[in-house]
Nanobody, 114 residues
Framework: QVQLVESGGGLVQPGGSLRLSCAAS????????MAWYRQAPGKQRELVAR???????NYDDSVKDRFTISRDNAKNTVYLQMNSLKPEDTAVYYC????????WGQGTQVTVSS
């Protein structure tokens, strides 16, 4: 059974940084691409960043040059380093495999506000 546990969110001022972590269960973590998504109030969930099994990364234009996705296959964990945070980054952040496995985790709330 696949489980995903996101952590690391919090309240931060504009311009600040946070590092999110996603601990993933499930076999063969290392052969799957992984992604971070976010859902702001009243909006649809959107893909923010993805990392392939080889480490190749892709980002939504809204976070490019500010966010960095990485993975540690030995720990079955994917990270999202978020710098220069903006109020519009406020959302609940989720991770999952690509293609999607299991169900969504509980997410981690990120609030960017002064």
């Amino acid at each position: 059974q696949v489980q995903l546990v996101e952590s690391g969110g919090g309240l931060v001022q504009p311009g600040g940084s946070l590092r999110l972590s996603c601990a993933a269960s499930g076999s063969m973590f290392n052969i799957y691409a992984m992604a971070w998504y976010r859902q702001a109030p009243g909006k649809q969930r959107e893909l923010v960043a993805r990392i392939g099994s080889s480490g190749i990364t892709n980002y939504d234009d809204s976070v490019k040059d500010r966010f960095t996705i990485s993975r540690d296959n030995a720990k079955n964990t994917v990270y999202l380093q978020m710098n220069s945070l903006k109020p519009e980054d406020t959302a609940v952040y989720y991770c999952n495999y690509i293609p999607f496995r299991g169900s969504w985790g509980q997410g981690t709330q990120v609030t960017v506000s002064s």
